[in-house]
């Protein structure tokens, strides 16, 4: 299941601070610099006596892809076709249909309208099926997700033409939607998770993300929230400035939440202000080996300054800071600038002296020294030991520490569970599911509280899963199974649901089965251990 017009995750290690500066400007101060004479005979000379024709401009590219390579792991080139759908999920917008949607038997299938969206306005529904666009048959082998992209995304005020199947009825529907911009959400889920207790999933830091997170608070402040979750597991980062404004929620007036600075940057300090809507009420922050960047700023403000808890497992260790500069073909350069520091003086970017390769295994070596399941086995030497506001002990030096280590279960990720993912069991399952079963399903679960409550993933809804991995040459293995049934009917339930309400339906679900959020739940629950952070 996609979302039109998500970029790759790569782009999301950008901490970016937008400014402009026009390449000539560097042409002429750097003019006499003797390796860029080099490169620059070294490139007239390939195109003069090569035996081939050449590319100049992929030459040009890879040679700057190479050259950014060397100097660390976040500094990165994006071309001009790859920026706009790189910027997207920053900006917090795409310009298209407005539709969730999946591959289902070489079938575009709607998911969800995007609320708000033109295809919502237009009274496109879940599961319907386009067949058609701009007259041409869009069923079959060749349509893929790229596809779909390609043909129903495009500029705002631009019209496209879709037939679409619908259950039920005997001919095709004709649609004409005129595209819009359409909101890439950075919150997955909000929701009272337990009595007084609050629970947001913030899957990314964009433009928009600031706004998404006070309208959250302010949602479950009405509903009784006294204390709050923050779920922060996953999130690669994103913009800075949402970071600061979101830390900034949780502080008092004048703290300092982040500071950067680098070789040919001045040292700059970022300040909370009176502006804050949950200064009161414990806090605990989730995150795990993936979070990183803005959520590592968000996680390091909020312990230095002794606001709350941190509860998983040691962050990513991205303490770089990326600024984009433009090339004169409207590709970009993103390029590390500064390094950023916690309000206790951590750095917190983890090693990349190795390489870019074996920096990026380092999930890997963290799971073969026991990292992951034992706490232990994180050795940092004491020159990395830096105090909290209340002189508790931190560390920096790769990652955030959490205050409360949670062992990552790896349990149910059997061989089998791979495979089932590998393989793409599930969604189309769930999917063509929900489709033949869509009203039975309404009518016997007007709501979501009772389809939780009562709705049970049966045998005959199982054997139609088995049947799909059979299809799929999966062997059964009864153990593998017993260790992993729970997690896979969870999920099974949880996208049904999702596909009957929406994805904060999924995260109820699936969080009832998540110890991580079960540890978390106990620890806001905890008095005494928020009692430890005012000493």
């Known amino acids: 299941m996609k979302i039109l017009d998500i970029a790759n995750r790569k782009y999301f290690f950008?901490?970016?601070?937008?400014?402009?500066?026009?390449?000539?400007?560097?042409?002429?101060?750097?003019s006499s610099n003797d390796g860029l004479r080099k490169l620059q005979v070294a490139l007239q000379i390939i195109n003069y006596a090569y035996v081939d024709s050449i590319k100049e401009k992929d030459l040009?590219?890879?040679a700057i892809v190479?050259?950014?390579?060397?100097?660390?792991?976040?500094?990165?080139?994006?071309s001009e076709k790859d920026l706009q759908r790189a910027n997207e999920p920053l900006q917090g917008n795409f310009e298209g249909i407005g539709i969730q949607f999946e591959i289902l038997k070489d079938t575009i299938t709607v998911v969800h309208p995007l609320t708000g969206g033109p295809s919502e306005k237009l009274g496109i529904i879940s599961g319907d099926k386009i067949v058609k666009i701009d007259e041409e048959d869009v069923v079959g082998k060749h349509v893929n997700n790229q596809f779909?992209?390609?043909?129903?995304?495009?500029?705002?005020?631009?019209?496209?033409?879709?037939?679409i199947y619908r259950r039920g009825k005997e001919d095709l529907l004709d649609y004409t939607i005129t595209r819009d911009k359409i909101p890439i959400n950075s919150i997955g889920a909000v929701y009272m998770i337990a009595p007084a207790v609050g629970y947001i999933n913030l899957n990314r830091f964009s433009l928009t993300t600031t706004k998404e997170f006070q309208d959250a608070v302010k949602k479950l402040k009405e509903e009784g929230m006294q204390d709050l979750i923050l779920d922060l597991r996953n999130n690669a980062g994103g913009y800075m400035a949402p970071a600061i404004e979101i830390s900034d929620e949780f502080l008092g007036l004048g703290k300092i939440i982040v500071y950067t600075e680098g070789m040919?940057?001045?040292?700059?300090?970022f300040y909370s202000t009176f502006k804050g809507n949950f200064e009161e009420g414990q806090v605990v922050i989730m995150i795990n080996q993936n979070s990183a960047s803005s959520s590592e700023i968000v996680a390091g403000a909020v312990q230095d300054w002794d606001r709350g808890l941190i509860v998983g497992r040691r962050s990513f260790g991205k303490g770089l800071v990326q600024r984009p500069y433009n090339l004169p073909d409207s590709s970009q350069i993103r390029l590390t600038t500064a390094r950023y520091h916690t309000p206790s003086g951590r750095y917190i970017q983890k090693p990349y002296k190795d390489g870019v390769e074996e920096y990026y295994k380092d999930f890997a070596?963290?799971?073969?020294?026991?990292?992951?399941?034992?706490a232990d086995s994180i050795k940092l030497p004491d020159s990395l030991k830096y105090q909290t506001a209340n002189g508790r002990t931190v560390y920096g030096g790769g990652g955030i520490m959490p205050d409360v280590f949670i062992p990552w279960d790896s349990t149910p990720l059997t061989d089998y569970y791979l495979d089932i993912r590998r393989h793409n069991i599930i969604n189309p399952l769930v999917g063509e599911y929900v489709d033949k079963n869509r009203k039975k399903l309404q009518k016997a679960y007007p709501d979501f509280i009772r389809?939780?409550?009562?709705?049970?993933?049966?045998e005959p809804l199982m054997e139609l899963f088995f049947d799909a991995a059979d299809a799929a040459e999966i062997d059964m293995d009864e153990e593998e199974f017993a260790a992993s049934g729970k997690l896979i009917k969870s999920q099974i339930k949880g996208l049904i649901a999702q596909k009957l309400w929406d994805i904060t339906s999924f995260y109820i679900i699936a969080n009832k089965l998540d110890p991580e959020v079960t540890r978390a739940v106990e620890i806001i629950q905890d008095d005494s251990l928020f009692k430890d952070l005012n000493r």
């Open 451 to 458: 389809f939780k409550e009562e709705f049970v993933v049966d």
């Open 66 to 78: 190479e050259m950014l390579k060397e100097l660390d792991p976040h500094s990165i080139y994006i």
């Open 14 to 30: 950008a901490l970016t601070i937008l400014i402009l500066i026009p390449l000539f400007t560097f042409s002429q101060r750097h």
């Open 60 to 62: 040009v590219e890879t």
């Open 264 to 269: 040919r940057s001045k040292r700059e300090n």
């Open 148 to 163: 779909v992209l390609d043909h129903l995304r495009g500029k705002k005020g631009t019209k496209v033409k879709v037939a």
């Open 365 to 374: 070596n963290r799971y073969r020294r026991g990292e992951l399941v034992n």
